[in-house]
């Protein structure tokens, strides 16, 4: 299946129930920091309100509670496929996503058949601190050219205006998680996100 060209990140169902209905078909939901039955009720409510309005559900991290809910997509970052049981996860048929940052991660990553790989921070970003500074276009065209027919997101400092850069560079899908997040206007934005990428 071909995945959507905008992916949004969101850290409660709440945002799915504003944003879903605007007409986004592929979401992160990236729960941080909350006990485990809070994460299973958030993971299990996303995944209906992603069936209902016929959007992709990517779940963060949280595999084994995707596999139980049947949700069919996770993504890990790094420090996360260290404990995770990657053959439990495509046993179960779930469908993989998974973040990059530099050649050793990406030659880690493709020996493992993603479904798409991330790479990030393309722009600097605010969300999180990291020790790779901003990866620039370039380097979005030269993944492209490494992962082939895989699915490449550009993440990272993400902006409606620097999306359409990042995909003639190279990227397939661009995510944003505080451009909409942060926005004055939340709603407003997501519909000029779909609009710049479709």
Request: net charge negative; glycine share 8%.
């Amino acid at each position: 299946m071909s995945l959507d060209r905008f992916y949004p990140i969101f850290d409660h169902t709440d945002w799915l129930e504003r944003m879903l209905p605007l007409g986004i078909k592929l979401v992160q939901l990236r729960i941080k920091d909350q006990p485990d039955d809070v994460v299973r009720e958030q993971i299990a409510k996303g995944r209906d309100l992603c069936a209902e309005y016929g959007c992709v559900l990517v779940i963060n991290d949280y595999w084994e509670a995707a596999i139980d809910l049947g949700v069919e997509w996770i993504h890990l970052g790094q420090e996360d496929l260290d404990d995770a049981d990657l053959v439990g996860i495509r046993k179960a048929g779930l469908k993989l996503g998974v973040s990059t940052h530099d050649d050793d991660e990406l030659e880690r990553v493709l020996e493992m058949n993603p479904d798409y790989v991330a790479l990030g921070p393309v722009y600097p970003t605010i969300l999180k601190k990291m020790k790779w500074h901003q990866q620039g276009l370039p380097r979005v065209t030269e993944w492209k050219e490494r992962v082939g027919n895989i699915p490449l997101v550009g993440i990272g400092g993400m902006s409606v205006e620097r999306a359409p850069g990042v995909l003639e560079a190279g990227a397939d899908i661009v995510s944003a998680v505080t451009d909409i997040t942060l926005n004055a206007d939340p709603e407003s934005r997501v519909c000029q996100w779909i609009e710049a990428t479709r």
